[in-house]
């Protein structure tokens, strides 16, 4: 179960990179078009926190799909 739900928070983070959202190097990140330079704690982090909503989502229908639950 742990492993579904970290499989499906970092699945979102690829969709985030692949459309264009969330783009990530060593000295910033740009994250739906905005340059960020000064980056917050982890927890407070648009793309971590659109991630760990999102991934929630995702893990309901993956476990539905695997489990029927």
């Known amino acids: 179960s742990e492993v579904i739900s970290i499989l499906s928070h ?14 990530v ?6 994250w739906k078009h905005d340059t960020l330079s000064d980056i917050k704690s982890y927890e407070n982090r648009e793309w971590e926190i659109e991630a760990f909503g999102l991934g929630e989502k995702l893990e309901k229908k993956i476990n539905d799909v695997l489990y029927g639950k």
Request: proline letters at 0%; glycine letters at 4%; aromatic letters at 4%.
């Open 10 to 23: 970092e699945l979102i983070h690829l969709h985030q990179m692949n459309s264009g959202d969330l783009m």
């Open 25 to 30: 190097t060593e000295k910033y990140v740009i």
